[in-house]
């Protein structure tokens, strides 16, 4: 997402929109040409397309939504018409939004009623690592992956570095947040393998982009370490459940009940 909003606010801002198509019903009707775009951030899992005139645009990937971003001579390639959500023309850019669940127009004021949930942004330059780690130990029974992926205690960490954070740090994703020796080095060491990959295409933890990743994505391979096969599970945390990818040798500790 950070890496989106960064692309967006290089090829958007200080521009003004020449032509807007939202394709999606409480939308419908709207133009936003002629409105000049101030910025373009990202807040966690959420893009803030900040407008003159005090209005953002906000949207939300989920699991689906992609922005591309096209010179006007060139063919779309994110995927069939019908999934286009929104498109917004500058002179030289087209944004094209594909497959995005979530778009609303709002006053800039009102950013916090979709953002003011939502715990610090890791990857905020000034993130207080140690505030994180206070909001993490508030929450001292949660298992640590789910408490890294919960957006209202931390925002923006997805499930590929909080993989490999942990593997990294030896624990279990099923350890109590309690149990965790020294959370801030856990939580700085994560956020600095997010942003070590910002700006690239592939992902890499280990450093070698033939051998990108220590767990996540490698279940039933051996661990990169010590051989053992790497292990897969479900973890469950009130509606969502999410992947697990662990090393049961490298990272000791409980596992899925």
């Not at 133009?31 to 807040?43: A, E």
């Not at 030289?92 to 004021?109: F, K, N, Q």
């Not at 206070?134 to 949660?142: F, I, S």
């Amino acid at each position: 997402m950070w890496l989106a909003a960064r692309r967006l606010d290089a090829a958007l801002s200080g521009t003004a929109l020449v032509e807007t198509d939202f394709r999606v019903p409480s939308l419908a009707t709207t133009d936003l040409s002629g409105h000049r775009v101030d910025q373009v951030r990202s807040y966690g899992k959420h893009l803030l397309f900040r407008l003159g005139g005090d209005l953002t645009l906000h949207t939300h990937f989920k699991m689906t939504g992609s922005w591309h971003l096209y010179r006007p001579a060139r063919p779309w390639r994110g995927g069939p018409d019908f999934e286009v959500r929104a498109v917004l023309r500058t002179a030289d850019w087209i944004a094209v939004g594909y497959r995005i669940p979530v778009i609303e127009l709002l006053p800039t004021r009102d950013e916090p009623r979709v953002i003011g949930h939502l715990g610090p942004d890791i990857l905020d330059p000034d993130v207080d690592i140690q505030d994180v780690a206070r909001r993490l130990a508030q929450h001292p029974h949660h298992p640590i992956g789910n408490a890294l992926l919960d957006q209202t205690i931390v925002a923006g960490f997805g499930l590929i570095y909080v993989s490999e954070g942990l593997f990294l740090h030896g624990v279990s994703p099923w350890t109590p947040v309690d149990d965790v020796l020294d959370l801030p080095r856990l939580i700085d060491r994560a956020r600095r393998l997010m942003a070590a990959n910002q700006g690239h295409g592939a992902q890499s933890s280990t450093g070698d982009l033939r051998e990108q990743h220590y767990v996540y994505g490698r279940a039933k391979r051996p661990c990169r370490r010590c051989g053992t096969s790497i292990r897969f599970g479900r973890q469950s945390s009130g509606r969502h459940e999410r992947d697990a990818y662990w090393c049961p040798h490298c990272q000791p500790g409980p596992g899925p009940t």
